[in-house]
Each structure stands twice: as structure tokens, then as C-alpha cells.
């Protein structure tokens, strides 16, 4: 599956998320959140948390995501299902 088919299948669940945990780290140009999130999906009320990391770089006169990675919390996998 593709990372477009990942996301389309995702906000089918019309997710709704809040940030629990953020640090922030800010340098010349750039800035990093990481943190942990919790999303609740709309269509089920099923609640899923995660690990993320923003990567942020000033360039053009505006900020930019330059990188991102979310992944589930391995504590909250007891049985593979689909979110």
C-alpha cells in the first residue's frame, strides 16, 4: 500500500488528536517537537497513542515540515487489529 492509501484509509476514521506529551527544541532555522499523541476515531471511539517527530526548517521567509514520523506506542499493542 502506498503512503496516499495509508492516509486515505486513515482519515476515513475521521481521527481527532491531542497532543499529551510535546518537546520542542529550536536551533538557527530549525526546530524539532517530539512527543506523544492520542488519537480518537470518529467512526468507532477507538483511542490509539503514539510517538511523533516534526522536523522543521525556516526556508524561503516560511516554516516547513522537512520531516515527520508517527508510530504507535508498543505498550498499547496487545492483539494486531486494524485503527
Known amino acids: 500500500a502506498s ?3 495509508y492516509f486515505t484509509h486513515f482519515l476515513q476514521n475521521k481521527p481527532q488528536g491531542e ?3 510535546s518537546n520542542v527544541t529550536i536551533g538557527h532555522n530549525w526546530a524539532q517537537d517530539c512527543g506523544i ?3 480518537t476515531m470518529g467512526t468507532t471511539g477507538k483511542t490509539v497513542k503514539g510517538r511523533y517527530t516534526f522536523n522543521y526548517i525556516h526556508e524561503d521567509g516560511s516554516w516547513k515540515i522537512n520531516h515527520h514520523h508517527s508510530s504507535i506506542m508498543p505498550e498499547c499493542i496487545v492483539i494486531a487489529e486494524p485503527i
Do not use: A, G, R, S
Open 3 to 5: 503512503i496516499e492509501d
Open 19 to 21: 497532543i499529551l506529551e
Open 37 to 39: 499523541y492520542e488519537f
